[in-house]
């Protein structure tokens, strides 16, 4: 999904934004709430547990005062979180799987690894959030297993080449408790909407299986060539 797709998408539905988090920021320049914070000034709580990338965002948002910078990683517990880092993809050790682990077959090397400070997510949700987008690389339900706002709009990490979310059925049964529904998806995220905030046409749900049938059919052919060369 491109940066400002979240944005263009929102303001065609005419959607209410004035507080936007992002968790999981890693660059700033690409930021999936970059458009609302530098074009609308929205105010924006980023969440971001690597330490360079904490100064990296710091940098480029020098000049925004509607910036909320929170240097942790989101978790189940308050306490201290390994993480490994892969290229672009930074996840906590202690997860089932990761898109590095099962895309790349990556395997955890101790020299990828460091540890940070973690946090629940009611620590943070100051129960006002308006649009929210986690990608945390399989660590997306505990953000949702402690929000306390509930977003018109949320997109998450769910999916990716042969990628599943490990905690994919926990985030289907509370988008379903709390009546939310898939908008619309890209090759990696679903993005969700809180019934009754906009209307969804014909062609958006027609668009939507059509996405559904070629995200099914890229992972089964994934699958199959891993299956090849192994």
Known sequence: MSSNELYKRSRYKKIRVSHVCEIGVFMPERSNVLDFITKDGTRATLVEPDPDRILAIKKFFAGFPNILLVPYAIYDYNGVLELAQRGEST?????????????????????????????????????????????????????????????????????????????????????????????????????????????????????LKFMDAYITFRKFRKGMGKGTTS
């Open 91 to 207: 996840f906590a050790t202690a997860l089932p799987f990761s898109p590095a682990v099962v895309n790349d077959r990556y395997q955890v090397r101790k020299e990828d690894t460091f540890s940070v400070e973690c946090k629940r997510f009611d620590e943070v949700d100051d129960g006002a959030i308006d649009l929210l987008h986690i990608d945390t690389e399989g660590c997306e339900w505990f953000v949702l297993k402690y929000l306390k706002s509930r977003p018109g709009v949320i997109s998450l990490e769910t999916h990716g080449k042969t990628y599943s979310n490990p905690y994919l059925p926990e985030i289907l049964d509370w988008m379903a408790r709390n009546n939310y529904q898939r908008w619309y998806i890209s090759k990696s995220d679903s993005v969700y909407y809180k019934q009754g905030a906009f209307r969804v046409t014909g062609w958006e749900k027609l668009r």
